[in-house]
């Protein structure tokens, strides 16, 4: 017996659609730019190239690969949410867009790319958060760090080496992670 599937029977979660797409990894970050302090918006440029890669072409998409760095924001903001509504991705914005850049970052710290960046930006997410109990960890373990180079010891977790504090952190990332898993994708 053959069975046809319907549009309506099809349930198409956000990491599903973005690897269909093959959408750059940062993608979500890039969702975020509205709900972000401070956003760098150099990055909207390279992941447009990255999506010209991929084959995936749009009138917008053109349009932001074509900017200079660095990028004023006034002058990019409405290409790029043009661009996300082109394909069909959601604008993130406050807890959402929280929770996307610390999902990137945090990606960022187990697939070991420049961990002690990404722990700084957590650090300041946890600030801007107005000290946000589930990213409380991310501070804590970015205050020893700290200490631990300025002073040899560390106050603030359990780790007292290097190699300790990022397995620690790897260890905090990987339960936020679980814990915050993406949402099922939300069309706009």
Known sequence: ????????????????????????????LIQCHSGTTNF???????????LLENNIETEYILILASFSKPVDSRDITNY?????????????????ALNGQVRYRLTQVLNENKVRD?????????????????????YLVYHGWWEFEDLGANYYSKGQTVEQLQNEL???????LNEHQRDELKFT
Request: charge should be negative; glycine fraction near 2%.
């Open 1 to 28: 017996m053959l069975h046809i599937t319907t549009l309506c029977e099809i349930t198409v979660t956000q990491r599903q659609l973005k690897e269909l797409m093959n959408l750059p990894s940062t993608t979500e």
């Open 40 to 50: 760098n918006y150099d990055l909207v440029v390279d992941w447009a190239i990255e």
């Open 118 to 138: 990404q722990l700084t930006y957590l650090y300041n997410l946890t600030l801007e958060s107005d000290y946000k109990k589930d990213l409380m960890p991310f």
């Open 80 to 96: 790029l949410d043009s661009a996300l509504r082109e394909l069909n991705l959601p604008i993130l914005t406050g807890e959402d």
């Open 170 to 176: 790897k260890e905090e990332a990987l339960k936020w």
